[in-house]
């Protein structure tokens, strides 16, 4: 796999975390800097950390699977982005309030708390997870990817926050689906890869 094509799926991963990462800031009435930093941080460990326990499941099963390994990787792939349009339309994220209507009193549950947000950074990495199992199959150096993926999750949590404080509301259903989009057309670009002997 390119180093272009491990970003591509970073960037699918981390949509997930970055739409909730917009969600948190909405739903606290203030985010201070180092709260934004917390949850980047939990969030980019996450991503970065579960991929690799996804590769040790994959890397055992391998010699089992390289007869339908591109099949593998389009289920998971395209498993992984369908649940994220399904989850775009519902715009509901794990652990994450609904932000208060106009004139509503501020949410008593910080959203920035440090034990709600490594549930949120586990329950928004779950795919990555998944998507880890791939990793063999993929050909992909497993420090290389854990790092590009935990770092462009990181930086693109930061983002969000920063969206999420001024016009992030409208933006949050939209990022869940255009990662649910680049999931897909990476586990189908892998399978006619294999298909037409690429």
């Keep these: 796999m390119s180093v272009m094509t491990l970003l591509v799926l970073a960037l699918g991963l981390a949509m997930d975390a970055t739409a909730v990462s917009i969600a948190s800031a909405l739903a606290a009435p203030r985010v201070r800097p180092h709260e934004g930093l917390l949850l980047a941080f939990l969030f980019g460990l996450f991503q970065a950390?579960?991929?690799?326990?996804?590769?040790?499941v994959g890397i055992q099963f391998a010699e089992h699977i390289t007869a339908w390994d591109h099949w593998l990787a389009f289920l998971l792939l395209g498993g992984i982005g369908a649940k994220m349009l399904h989850e775009s339309f519902t715009h509901?994220?794990?652990?994450?309030?609904d932000a208060p209507e106009a004139g509503a009193p501020p949410p008593e549950r910080n959203p920035?708390?440090?034990g709600?947000?490594?549930l949120m950074a586990?329950?928004?990495s779950i795919d990555?997870?998944?998507a880890g199992v791939t990793l063999p199959v993929l050909e992909v150096r497993l420090v290389t990817a854990a790092a590009i993926i935990g770092?462009?999750?990181?930086?693109?949590?930061?983002?969000g926050v920063s969206i999420g404080r001024r016009f992030g509301e409208p933006l949050e259903g939209k990022l869940d689906a255009l990662g649910g989009v680049v999931l897909i057309g990476l586990g189908t670009k892998t399978l006619l890869e294999h298909l037409?002997?690429?």
């Design 92 to 97: 509901h994220h794990p652990g994450v309030p």
């Design 128 to 130: 990555a997870l998944a």
């Design 122 to 124: 586990f329950a928004t």
């Design 116 to 118: 709600r947000l490594m």
């Design 112 to 114: 920035f708390h440090a």
């Design 49 to 56: 950390l579960m991929p690799v326990i996804g590769w040790a």
């Design 151 to 159: 770092g462009v999750t990181f930086l693109l949590c930061l983002l």
């Design 196 to 198: 037409l002997g690429a």
